[in-house]
C-alpha cells in the first residue's frame, strides 16, 4: 500500500471547473503538506497556480511557488503557515520553482509580510537566465544548488522532520527547479509536469532536449526515493509518478517522431506549414502555444541530426 494514497486519492479524481476549483482555504494533502490555489484560473494556469506549504507548526514551513503578486492569497499563505498557537507567519522559507509571472512574483509580498511580523525569511531559487522574457525575472536571495537539502527540523526532539532535495530540471524555463520531499516520497514538479494541461516549451528560455533530460533524472531521482505522488503547479495530485513521467516521454518523442515525418515529407516547409500537419490532432484553438512546443522540437531534431552528422 503507498505511504499516502488515501490521503492524496481524496483530493484527487476529475479536475473540477476552475470556478469550482476552491482558492479560499488550504487542503491538507498531507498531515505536512498544505495545498492553497491562487485565484488566477485561465487558458494557461488550469485551476489556478498551486502553492504548497511543507512543514508543520512545530517545524515551521517552506512555501513552494507563491503564485502572482495577489495581495489576497500571500495574505491567506501567510496565515496558513501557522504556529503551535494558531496564529500565522510561521515560515522558515520560500522557494520558487522557476520565474514564470504566475509562480515568483508573490515571493516579495510574502517575504514583506514576514518582515512586518519581525521574521527575516529568504526566497531560495534559480535566477532567471538571459533568454528569459520579461515578464519572467527573478533573483533569489539564495541560490539553490542541485542536490541541496532544505531541512525543518523541530525544537522537540523526536518530532518529525522535512527534508526537501533540489533537482535541476531546466526545460519548461531555464531556471526551472523541482523539489523531492524525502521522508513522504512526493516530488513538487512546478510547471515540469502539470496534471489536466500540456507543459509548453517556449524556446529560447524553453529546450525541448533538456526538458527530456530532466525527466530521466526525475524518473532517476523518484526511484532512488520510492516516490508515488506528483504534486504539480497545475491541477490535482498525479499518482503513479514513474509510470507519469514515462508516459510523458513517450508522449513527447511520439510528437517528435510525427513532426521529424511532417519535416522530411515537407522540407522546404516552414514552422507554420508544419504545425497544422503534426499537431492535425489538437483542437486548432491551441495551435498558437502548441506553435512555441513544435519550434522546440524542430530545433530539437536539427540538433540532433547535427550531432548524428558529426559536424
Ligand atoms: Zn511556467
Same mark, same amino acid.
Given at each position: 500500500?503507498? %505511504? +499516502?494514497?488515501?490521503?492524496?486519492?481524496?483530493?484527487?479524481?476529475?479536475?473540477?471547473?476552475?470556478?469550482?476549483?476552491?482558492?479560499?482555504?488550504?487542503?491538507?494533502?498531507?498531515?505536512?503538506?498544505?495545498? =492553497?490555489?491562487?485565484?488566477?484560473?485561465? &487558458?494557461?494556469?488550469?485551476?489556478?497556480?498551486?502553492? !504548497?506549504?511543507?512543514?508543520?507548526?512545530? *517545524?515551521?514551513?517552506?512555501?513552494? $511557488?507563491?503564485?502572482?503578486?495577489?495581495?489576497?492569497?500571500?495574505? %491567506?499563505?501567510?496565515?496558513?503557515?501557522?504556529?503551535?498557537?494558531?496564529?500565522?507567519?510561521? =515560515?522558515?522559507?520560500?522557494?520558487?520553482?522557476?520565474?514564470?509571472?504566475?509562480?515568483?512574483?508573490?515571493?516579495?509580498?510574502?517575504? $514583506?509580510?514576514? /518582515?512586518?511580523?519581525?521574521?527575516?525569511?529568504?526566497?531560495?531559487?534559480?535566477?532567471?537566465?538571459?533568454?528569459?522574457?520579461?515578464?519572467?525575472?527573478?533573483?533569489?536571495?539564495?541560490?539553490?544548488?542541485?542536490?541541496?537539502?532544505?531541512?525543518?527540523?523541530?525544537?522537540?526532539?523526536?518530532?518529525?522532520? #522535512? *527534508?526537501? =532535495? /533540489?533537482?535541476? *530540471?531546466?526545460? @519548461?524555463?531555464?531556471? @526551472?527547479?523541482?523539489? =523531492?520531499?524525502?521522508?513522504?516520497?512526493?516530488?513538487?514538479?512546478?510547471? #515540469?509536469?502539470?496534471?489536466?494541461?500540456?507543459?509548453?516549451?517556449?524556446?529560447?528560455?524553453?529546450?525541448?532536449? #533538456?526538458?527530456? +533530460?530532466?525527466?530521466?533524472?526525475?524518473?532517476?531521482?523518484?526511484?532512488? !526515493?520510492?516516490?508515488? &505522488?506528483?504534486?504539480?503547479?497545475?491541477?490535482?495530485?498525479?499518482?503513479?509518478?514513474? $509510470?507519469?513521467?514515462? @508516459?510523458?516521454?513517450? @508522449?513527447?518523442?511520439? %510528437?517528435?517522431?510525427?513532426?521529424?515525418?511532417?519535416?522530411?515529407?515537407?522540407?522546404?516547409?516552414?514552422? $507554420?506549414q508544419?504545425l497544422p500537419l503534426?499537431y492535425d490532432?489538437?483542437?486548432p484553438?491551441?495551435w498558437?502555444?502548441?506553435?512555441?512546443?513544435?519550434?522546440?522540437?524542430?530545433? +530539437?531534431?536539427?540538433?540532433?541530426?547535427?550531432?548524428?552528422?558529426?559536424?
Amino acid at each position: 500500500m503507498p %505511504r +499516502h494514497a488515501q490521503i492524496l486519492d481524496s483530493a484527487a479524481g476529475p479536475l473540477p471547473s476552475p470556478a469550482e476549483w476552491q482558492s479560499h482555504s488550504p487542503v491538507a494533502l498531507l498531515r505536512n503538506v498544505l495545498r =492553497l490555489t491562487a485565484p488566477n484560473p485561465g &487558458f494557461m494556469t488550469g485551476p489556478g497556480t498551486n502553492s !504548497y506549504l511543507v512543514g508543520d507548526p512545530r *517545524t515551521g514551513f517552506i512555501a513552494i $511557488d507563491p503564485g502572482p503578486a495577489d495581495a489576497d492569497h500571500v495574505a %491567506r499563505l501567510w496565515a496558513a503557515a501557522s504556529h503551535v498557537d494558531g496564529s500565522g507567519g510561521n =515560515l522558515k522559507l520560500i522557494v520558487c520553482t522557476h520565474s514564470h509571472p504566475d509562480h515568483s512574483p508573490g515571493a516579495k509580498p510574502l517575504q $514583506d509580510l514576514c /518582515a512586518q511580523a519581525g521574521v527575516a525569511v529568504a526566497v531560495w531559487g534559480l535566477a532567471s537566465a538571459p533568454t528569459a522574457r520579461a515578464n519572467s525575472q527573478f533573483v533569489p536571495d539564495i541560490t539553490l544548488a542541485h542536490g541541496q537539502r532544505l531541512l525543518l527540523s523541530p525544537a522537540t526532539e523526536g518530532a518529525p522532520c #522535512h *527534508t526537501l =532535495l /533540489a533537482i535541476h *530540471t531546466p526545460g @519548461h524555463a531555464a531556471n @526551472h527547479v523541482c523539489l =523531492l520531499l524525502e521522508e513522504d516520497g512526493l516530488l513538487f514538479t512546478g510547471d #515540469h509536469i502539470l496534471n489536466g494541461s500540456t507543459t509548453v516549451i517556449d524556446p529560447p528560455d524553453g529546450n525541448m532536449g #533538456h526538458y527530456l +533530460h530532466s525527466l530521466d533524472v526525475l524518473h532517476q531521482q523518484c526511484t532512488e !526515493y520510492g516516490v508515488e &505522488f506528483i504534486l504539480p503547479a497545475h491541477g490535482h495530485p498525479l499518482p503513479k509518478a514513474l $509510470d507519469a513521467i514515462a @508516459h510523458l516521454k513517450a @508522449h513527447r518523442l511520439k %510528437r517528435e517522431a510525427k513532426i521529424a515525418a511532417v519535416m522530411r515529407a515537407n522540407p522546404n516547409g516552414d514552422p $507554420d506549414q508544419w504545425l497544422p500537419l503534426a499537431y492535425d490532432d489538437v483542437d486548432p484553438r491551441l495551435w498558437p502555444v502548441a506553435k512555441r512546443s513544435l519550434l522546440a522540437h524542430v530545433e +530539437h531534431i536539427q540538433w540532433l541530426q547535427s550531432a548524428g552528422s558529426g559536424t
